[in-house]
């Protein structure tokens, strides 16, 4: 069993959004890796961090995205921080993992500088999300087959070019095997290669 799509990107770049959106054209579950493990330790995340430490919460962190990668066959959204463990970036070998991008001014926007995210609480906040893109985006892009922006696009729009990203993708692969491409440009199935 494998994740019809694992969404990887900084906060506010619309994974829990988009990935509800994608679940449920699809036809599949969704799952926030930060959900599984509030849902595991009946704490909220911000709650974690205080009292246990950002490195504990990563151990929580990484188990619940092996777990995920292993047993969940929806769309998958990973918090923010996610990539940055080994073993995760290793995990995520082979799975379609697609990066939803935002830069700083729409991610800020979107976040409003949020004190449930507890890594942009803070003396100054925009330059902690600053400061964030620029360490994560590299190792984002290392994961990810496809990058899709989403600073001037609805949760619909991006929805829609991650479908059609991996379904172009797909297709690529199929005819790189067969001479004929069957895939209908009108259907919003999760792509064949990506079902549960």
């Not at 890594?119 to 893109?133: W, Y």
């Not at 379904?167 to 692969?173: D, G, Y």
Request: glycine content about 10%; proline content about 5%; hydrophobic content about 45%.
């Amino acid at each position: 069993m494998s994740p019809a799509v694992v969404l990887v990107g900084p906060p506010g770049a619309g994974k829990t959004t988009v990935g509800q959106l994608l679940a449920t054209r699809w036809g599949v579950d969704f799952a926030d890796t930060d959900d599984l493990v509030e849902a595991r330790t009946g704490r909220v995340i911000a709650d974690i961090f205080t009292s246990d430490g950002e490195p504990a919460f990563r151990e929580l962190e990484r188990e619940a995205v092996a777990q995920a990668l292993a047993s969940h066959a929806g769309v998958l959204a990973l918090g923010g921080g996610a990539v940055l463990a080994e073993e995760t970036r290793t995990a995520l070998s082979g799975h379609p993992v697609v990066l939803l991008s935002v830069g700083l001014a729409a991610g800020v926007r979107r976040t409003g500088l949020s004190t449930a995210r507890p890594l942009l609480a803070g003396v100054n906040p925009r330059a902690t999300f600053a400061a964030l893109l620029a360490e994560r985006l590299p190792v984002y892009r290392a994961v990810a087959v496809h990058e899709i922006g989403t600073d001037e696009r609805t949760a619909e729009e991006v929805a829609d070019a991650v479908h059609a990203a991996l379904t172009a993708a797909e297709a690529a692969a199929e005819d790189a095997t067969t001479a004929g491409d069957t895939t209908s440009a009108g259907d919003t199935s999760a792509p064949a290669g990506h079902r549960g």
